[in-house]
């Protein structure tokens, strides 16, 4: 028998072992491949510390941990959302109002009722820190 008459039989069990392996990694590792970008998490001030509590409440679960993306949302810590292209009160908007989706492949963003303004003024607050920390700075937006 040649390897032709196998093919159909081979090219099975290889999607099978494959898909196996790739459920094993997401079990093992349920995170790998979910973060956006590599955060580096400074000495956060009083009010940042605020603000990521918040951020942990109501934004990580799509934007990830420290902002850095995940499957579900795309990183804060990005120069899109340096201070030049996204102002302040563009956060504050986008949980007020929810934001159709322009930058990237996730779908709309759903307004966040839940999320008051005091809440998200430390939201920025803790996000614009993790930014200069990553070097983002504001940058004229073109």
Not at 123 to 136: D, K, P, S, W
Request: charged share 15%; aromatic share 8%; hydrophobic share 35%.
């Amino acid at each position: 028998m040649k390897i032709a008459d196998h093919l159909p039989k081979l090219l099975i069990a290889f999607f099978v072992l494959g898909g196996g392996a790739i459920i094993v990694s997401k079990i093992i590792n349920p995170s790998s491949g979910s973060v956006i970008v590599d955060v580096k998490v400074p000495q956060l001030s009083q009010q940042a510390n605020q603000g990521k509590k918040n951020f942990d409440e109501n934004c990580a679960q799509c934007h990830g941990e420290n902002a850095s993306g995940s499957e579900n949302g795309p990183p804060l810590v990005h120069n899109i959302y340096n201070p030049g292209h996204h102002g302040d009160m563009a956060f504050q908007l986008a949980a007020k109002r929810g934001v159709q989706r322009h930058h990237w492949n996730f779908g709309n963003m759903p307004q966040q009722p839940q999320v008051n303004e005091k809440q998200m003024e430390s939201v920025v607050f803790y996000v614009r820190e993790l930014q200069m920390a990553n070097g983002i700075f504001h940058q004229e937006h073109k």
